[in-house]
T-cell receptor, first 113, second 117 residues
Framework: DAKTTQPPSMDCAEGRAANLPCNHS???????VYWYRQIHSQGPQYIIH???NNETNEMASLIITEDRKSSTLILPHATLRDTAVYYC??????????????FGTGTRLTIIP | GAVVSQHPSWVICKSGTSVKIECRSL??????MFWYRQFPKQSLMLMAT?????????EQGVEKDKFLINHASLTLSTLTVTSAHPEDSSFYIC?????????????FGPGTRLTVL
């Protein structure tokens, strides 16, 4: 599996956009980028995933560079409830038979009032 | 969205007893579920992959006789920690694979905090 690199921690002011970077320079053509977050003492929450196109849903936007070696998760208007550890994970699609998610250390995002 | 529940949310037991944790996919069927363990200030570590109707696949270093997994239906997987000891105290989290979309997505339960005295 391709490995990811994320900054260990970030702060963001409440109401501002939070931009969380992720490097995945060894990503393969069949691997998707998934983002999850874990609020303290809870199970991880799925946020978004993408292959090569930018994606947006009700929670966030995912921007993937053209060479796919990095991506950015954007929370457009951060609130205090967005304080959590954010995990960027790359994983092949299910057709390739590897369905595991390997969690790294993630980015601890703190939203400042 | 997809909802996964776990029961109980927390449990305290005496050393040497067994504890069963249930994981349910509430609004979708899951042929595959996963069990993770998380120690304080650490990331999630995959323990095993649970497949409906077949034996679970354990990660290296996880004792299959100690952590019994049963996936008897398309919406339920159970993890039994046998002869629990204080070092088994941890946060146990399950996930269920939703294949209704492509690629599939894993949804996680809220976790079960196990404390062994």
């Amino acid at each position: 599996d391709a490995k990811t690199t994320q900054p260990p921690s970030m702060d963001c002011a409440e109401g501002r956009a939070a931009n969380l970077p992720c490097n995945h320079s060894t990503i393969s053509g069949n691997e998707y980028v998934y983002w999850y977050r874990q609020i303290h003492s809870q199970g991880p929450q799925y946020i978004i995933h993408g292959l090569k196109n930018n994606e947006t849903n009700e929670m966030a936007s995912l921007i993937i560079t053209e060479d796919r070696k990095s991506s950015t998760l954007i929370l457009p208007h951060a609130t205090l409830r967005d304080t959590a550890v954010y995990y960027c994970i790359v994983r092949p699609s299910i057709n390739f038979g590897n369905e595991k998610l390997t969690f790294g250390t993630g980015t601890r995002l703190t939203i400042i009032p | 969205g997809a909802v996964v529940s776990q029961h109980p949310s927390w449990v305290i037991c005496k050393s040497g007893t067994s504890v069963k944790i249930e994981c349910r996919s509430l609004d979708f069927q899951a042929t595959t579920m996963f069990w993770y363990r998380q120690f304080p200030k650490q990331s999630l570590m995959l323990m095993a992959t649970s497949n409906e109707g077949s034996k679970a696949t354990y990660e290296q270093g996880v004792e299959k006789d100690k952590f019994l997994i049963n996936h008897a239906s398309l919406t339920l997987s159970t993890l039994t920690v046998t002869s629990a000891h204080p070092e088994d105290s941890s946060f146990y989290i399950c996930s269920a694979r939703d294949v209704r979309g492509f690629p599939d997505t894993q949804y996680f339960g809220p976790g079960t905090r196990l404390t062994v005295l």
